[in-house]
């Protein structure tokens, strides 16, 4: 296992005069510009007194100088602890709080939302899109800022080169890359713990079923944030590393602003959520296939290959016409659009991961996969289905192998719950496995459900807050398409005690759908919630039978 700082610093100056890193319809950063970048913040870290090991937390939209001051961070030896910039200010505070972050780098919204005062332990708050300072607690950080171009001038005096790039290597290949949260909510929060080995596993999994289809200078859009496992690695550590140009999309990224970011890049690679990819096929092909003309040309059996021919290249069109396949991950893929796209013959694949595995656990190349599977274990990775006949009856889908993080930050209960003492990491997801190692995702028994970003979503968060609301005995969320949406069982006794009719429970629920979407994410926040005149259906644990109500 080559040392995954070595390779970041090969990338650097194997492509030094090549495009690297650009906000679109913004600024664009060529390699050896991001290597400088790299080296003032380097030395800002050391002057600042910033260790090997100490904890950066960075927080904001995806953009050109997020990617540097997170490559910065692992270069330097510090740990990274990225923060999903939907998060509330409460969260990002426990999460900064928790992972005893030194510094944190913020967009300019999230600047405005945090409390310094609520995180009591960081030495300084960093501006992402310039690099100054919002905050220092130390004089070490304040004359670190204010005197770096001197620094960099003292420690560079005539010119900074390629043959200067050189970076801190891991020390062993378990050593802790980053920590990632898969929530924010201080009574829920999970840091994931991922080593060196498993960003490597990751980008050596990349190279070999990508390595060949995509080369240095190709172009590719990160869409979803890098603050997830899923984009982090493949939108943007590999292409990264294998000399790709990355285009980021700093604003929200609407259907819209994707379809013309397709049209306008032409992305080599896609990777993407499924609602991503509905979302364009539903509003911008379908349509075109509802025509009468059409809908007779597909009738038409000779014809019929000729139109499906003609439409596949339309719907490749919609997503730019130069990419080699559409990755699809992160949820399940809504079989009608799966079932059309497979009938066209649609270069797409659907893969399977988590944020525990940084995150790949299974895949297959487009042209070698089969419909509603989500492929196969990938290299330096095993799979097993914990099932006496993992064929036919569904079982937990276990995964082992250089990928599997090293635990949850200062969490060792759930560490030992999650990993079992030979190494499987238990995924809570229910599968089989076909005779030819292609897994079929049957239903998730954990209960986590994903935002239209790829954002995770753990309901028993919004219900432990809507279940301390007034006139609410218990509840449940559920998502139906794209809305979160808020079952509620109201406490009949106390209404009747306080003389209340069914229209007064009515309006304090829709009270509380406003109270509680106040302290939501955008993400998280119920789009309605829907009263039940009988207590939910429970298990002998008294858990609500969640499966009944989906």
Not at 84 to 90: D, R, V
Not at 207 to 223: N, T
Not at 275 to 280: A, D, G, Q, R, S
Not at 530 to 542: A, L, R, S, V, Y
Request: charged share 20%.
């Amino acid at each position: 296992m080559t040392s995954f700082n070595e390779i970041i610093e090969k990338s650097i100056i194997d492509n030094w005069d090549l495009d690297a890193l650009t906000d679109y319809k913004g600024i664009t950063l060529q390699y050896h510009d991001v290597a400088r970048k790299i080296e003032k913040l380097h030395i800002m870290f050391e002057n600042s007194g910033v260790e090997r090991g100490d904890k950066i937390a960075l927080c904001g939209r995806n953009s050109a100088h997020w990617a540097v001051a997170f490559i910065a961070t692992l270069t330097y030896g510090a740990v990274a602890v990225p923060i999903l910039h939907e998060f509330t200010p409460e969260q990002i505070h426990n999460i900064v709080n928790h992972s005893e972050a030194k510094i944190l780098f913020v967009g300019d919204i999230v600047s405005t939302q945090v409390d310094a005062t609520k995180m009591p332990s960081l030495e300084g708050i960093i501006n992402i899109p310039d690099y100054s300072l919002a905050l220092s607690r130390t004089d070490k950080l304040t004359y670190a800022r204010e005197h770096l171009n001197e620094l960099y001038g003292r420690k560079f005096p005539k010119y900074f080169r390629r043959e200067h790039v050189h970076y801190y290597h891991e020390q062993r290949a378990d050593e802790l890359a980053l920590i990632n949260y898969t929530s924010g909510t201080t009574g829920f929060s999970k840091g994931v713990m991922i080593p060196y080995r498993a960003l490597w596993g990751n980008y050596d999994f990349a190279v070999h079923v990508l390595g060949k289809a995509i080369h240095h200078g190709d172009r590719v859009i990160s869409i979803l944030p890098m603050a997830h496992m899923y984009g982090m690695a493949f939108e943007f550590i590999f292409e990264f590393l294998h000399g790709c140009h990355i285009y980021y999309l700093t604003r929200i990224p609407s259907p819209a602003i994707i379809a013309q970011a397709f049209s306008d890049v032409r992305p080599q690679i896609i990777i993407a959520v499924p609602l991503v990819i509905e979302k364009i096929i539903r509003k911008k092909v379908f349509p075109k296939l509802q025509t009468g003309t059409v809908r007779l040309l597909r009738n038409l059996p000779i014809i019929n290959k000729k139109v499906e021919e003609k439409i596949c290249e339309q719907v490749k069109q919609a997503f730019g016409g130069r990419f080699y396949e559409v990755i699809i991950g992160g949820a399940a893929f809504n079989q009608e659009v799966e079932q059309f796209l497979h009938r066209i013959n649609f270069p797409y694949t659907v893969g399977y991961g988590t944020t525990e595995c940084a995150p790949i656990i299974c895949y297959s190349d487009y042209q070698s996969f089969v419909p509603g599977s989500c492929g196969r274990a990938v290299i330096h990775m095993e799979v097993k289905i914990d099932s006496p006949d993992p064929v036919n009856v569904p079982g937990e889908i276990l995964a082992r192998g250089t990928n599997v993080m090293l635990g949850y930050y200062k969490n060792e209960e759930a560490t030992r719950q999650t990993i079992d003492n030979e190494g499987w990491y238990h995924t809570g997801d229910l599968g089989t496995m076909d005779a030819y190692g292609n897994v079929f995702i049957k239903g998730r028994s954990k209960n986590m459900l994903l935002g239209p970003s790829g954002q995770n979503i753990y309901p028993e968060e919004i219900e432990d807050k809507l279940n301390s609301m007034p006139l609410v005995v218990e509840s449940m969320v559920v998502q139906r398409d794209t809305k979160l949406v808020g079952l509620v069982y109201p406490d009949y006794e106390e209404a009747k005690n306080q003389g209340l009719a069914q229209s007064d429970i009515e309006a304090q629920m829709q009270q509380n759908l406003q109270d509680l979407n106040l302290v939501q994410p955008a993400y998280c926040k119920l789009a309605a919630i829907e009263i039940q005149d009988k207590e939910f259906e429970k298990t002998p644990k008294k858990s609500i039978k969640r499966y009944m109500y989906k």
